[in-house]
Structures are given as structure tokens and as C-alpha cells.
């Protein structure tokens, strides 16, 4: 392989803003729909295909349908920045991201990556050139990167398996696609100024994701990975949500405190502390293997060798934490805390209070 911008390279970022303040630097900034998948560097050269992670890992063994498509679809010669994702049909019909579905694609054994990149496609979404030909574009403007990338890829469609992001500078349609397409799974919509050069690893981006409260049980937590004996600190807050025909779930988890805080946070918790046998998750501690329900304290392929023990606490507080969307029943990300509520009871805390969100085809927004 021997491209104008070659392997590795750290992709550019984003930092977090609201959208009112993204929307105020137009018309210097364009939008697109935020992906939820993994981020993904494509270097083609002839016959020759690579694709890395955004820590510069191989991901090209895990999607060999990826590389089929990038075969048949791309040009012959460029470096794209780009989001895999798996989509599937949900009962309504509509096509709709699926983040845990993704995760599994990444597995050891060759027959398994076979069977599921059969069973579960996955497609790829581009929203930046690098490289086209012998021509290094990384130093051009976003603008001039962008209409060299709809030259190259207009050909793309909702038929084809790689697809060319949708982009505006219309702020009513930026506040529409992020209002809708979280109905498709997407994760929100990302402003990239017009004039900026791409600048690896480096924060150039905005992006604008979904924020929701939920009032949650406090379940147990773990330790950090530099508590001691002699000063112990929490790492992870486990939260509960109540179901009325399954008991105490397991919804995620609160963390990034403050070293004061983690210190104060295990003192505070102490009186709570019960054995697991008491405990509403006692049924859980003799499972070895991740489960449906992603319980805590259950390995997956993705928290091989870390601890997940947990110390679990009586289900008798309440804290009221911020999260961005929900995969299924857990929050998709790690909640923050934002306050305890006394003035809560555990037991009112379930499901029902959560937003639902509207459902919105795939197919609609790539086709678009």
C-alpha cells in the first residue's frame, strides 16, 4: 500500500456544545447527522483495503463485507473518515441502528465473523476525503475536503453498502434532523467549521448529543482502580430501575467524580452496605457469562480481564442522574450524577418515566 496519507491516523474530534450555540456560528459551519457506531479510517490502494479504529486498531478481519463494498464502490485510490454501523428492521419495518449488535461483530473466530457479517451486514458512512489519488488533501480546507468527497462519492445511494453523509446549513432542517433521527438511532448532529484543515486527534468539531434526567436507585458500586485499604475510594455508582414484572434492573452506571469526592462518596455508603445474598441482584452472583440482560458482575468480550465485582448496597436512595439515549433497556452511555433525591422512594422509580422516542426510518435519512 503506498497512499498520499498513509496509516496510522488519529481522526479529528469533537468537544460537546448545545445546539443553539452551534447553530449561532452559522454559516461558518456545516452540520451532519451524528452516527452511532465505530469510527472508522479507510485506506484503499488498488486490490489493497485497510480499516482502523479511531486508537489506529486493525478492524479489517472483523468486516470482510465492509472491504467487498469498499472494493466495488469506492475509488480506487483514497483515505476516508468514516462510521461503521449495523442496521436492523425493527417490527414497524423501519431500519434502525444497532449499537450492541455492532459490538458483537468484533469476535476471535474467523467462522463466527463469517456467519455474522452474513446474518448482521455491517455499512459504512463517509463524512470526510483525506487522500484521493496521489493528492494529500488533509491541509485543504473542510469546505474544498467536502465537495471533493461528492464528486467521489455521489454515486452512493441507500442501495449501495457505503454511503455519503447528509450535510446542511439551514439551521431549521439541523434542528429537525436532530429532533428525528434519534428515532433511527443516531446520536444527534456534529458542526465542523468550513475553514479548518484536518488536524489529527485534535478537538476541531462540535458535536450535539441528546441530554435527559432520570431519578434512578443507587444498587451497589465498585472501587477505583487506585482505591487502597487505607483509602478507599469509589470508582462507579450501579443504578436500578424498577420493573413491574422483573423486580430491580440494572440500567448502568454513575461515575467520573472528583479523588474528594470518591473518598466522601465510600464513607457515605458504608451504612448501606448488605450482603449480596439480601440484595435484589443475589440471584445474578452465580451467572459467569454476559447475559441478555447485561447484568453487573458478567464478562462479555468486551471486559475480558476487568474486575466487575461490585459491592452491593440496599436499594434505599435515590439520585438523580443526566444520560444522552437509551440501548435498550440501560443507558447507552456512562450517566453523570447530578443530586441525590430524599424525597423520592426507590420504588417510583421505573421505566415509565423515561422519554420514548418516535421511531424514524434509516433508510430516510440515507437515501436523503
Not at 455521489?154 to 434519534?182: I, K, Y
Request: proline share 7%.
Amino acid at each position: 500500500m503506498d497512499l498520499p496519507v498513509m496509516p496510522p491516523v488519529r481522526p479529528m474530534l469533537a468537544k460537546t456544545t448545545t445546539l443553539e450555540k452551534a447553530l449561532a456560528m452559522l454559516p461558518d459551519v456545516q452540520l451532519e447527522p451524528k452516527w452511532d457506531g465505530f469510527r472508522c479510517l479507510v485506506f484503499r490502494d488498488g486490490d489493497e483495503v485497510e480499516l482502523a479504529s479511531r486508537n489506529t486498531k486493525p478492524l479489517t478481519r472483523y468486516f470482510p463485507e465492509v472491504v467487498e463494498a469498499v472494493l466495488a464502490e469506492l475509488p480506487e485510490r483514497c483515505v476516508l473518515d468514516a462510521e461503521l454501523f449495523v442496521a436492523l428492521p425493527q417490527p414497524d419495518g423501519r431500519r434502525k441502528l444497532e449499537f450492541e449488535v455492532l459490538q458483537e461483530r468484533i469476535h476471535p473466530a474467523a467462522s463466527r465473523i463469517t456467519k455474522l457479517s452474513q446474518e448482521t451486514p455491517a455499512e459504512l458512512v463517509a463524512f470526510d476525503l483525506l487522500a484521493l489519488g496521489d493528492e494529500d488533501l488533509t491541509g485543504l480546507p473542510f469546505q474544498e475536503r467536502r465537495g471533493r468527497l461528492e464528486q467521489a462519492l455521489g454515486h452512493l445511494d441507500a442501495s449501495t453498502r457505503c454511503h455519503l453523509t447528509r450535510v446542511t446549513t439551514d439551521p431549521e432542517e439541523a434542528g429537525d434532523w436532530f429532533r428525528r433521527f434519534e428515532g433511527a438511532g443516531l446520536d444527534g448532529v456534529v458542526a465542523k467549521p468550513l475553514g479548518s484543515v484536518y488536524e489529527q486527534n485534535k478537538r476541531t468539531m462540535l458535536k450535539i448529543k441528546h441530554e435527559r434526567t432520570a431519578d434512578v436507585v443507587l444498587a451497589g458500586y465498585r472501587e477505583h482502580k487506585t482505591s487502597t485499604r487505607e483509602k478507599p475510594l469509589i470508582g462507579s455508582l450501579l443504578l436500578g430501575l424498577f420493573d413491574s414484572e422483573h423486580g430491580l434492573q440494572h440500567v448502568g452506571v454513575s461515575a467520573s467524580f472528583t479523588a474528594a469526592r470518591r473518598a466522601e462518596l465510600f464513607e457515605e455508603l458504608q451504612p448501606l452496605v448488605c450482603p449480596i445474598e439480601e440484595h435484589p441482584w443475589g440471584a445474578w452472583q452465580e451467572w459467569a457469562i454476559a447475559n441478555p440482560d447485561r447484568v453487573p458482575g458478567t464478562q462479555s468480550r468486551w471486559s475480558q480481564g476487568k474486575d466487575l465485582s461490585f459491592t452491593p448496597v440496599r436499594p434505599e436512595r435515590v439520585l438523580e442522574v443526566k444520560y444522552d439515549n437509551m440501548e435498550g433497556r440501560r443507558f447507552r452511555h456512562t450517566a453523570h450524577f447530578k443530586r441525590w433525591r430524599p424525597d423520592r422512594d426507590p420504588a417510583s422509580c421505573g421505566y415509565d418515566q423515561l422519554e420514548q422516542v418516535v421511531g424514524y426510518d434509516l433508510g430516510a435519512i440515507l437515501g436523503g
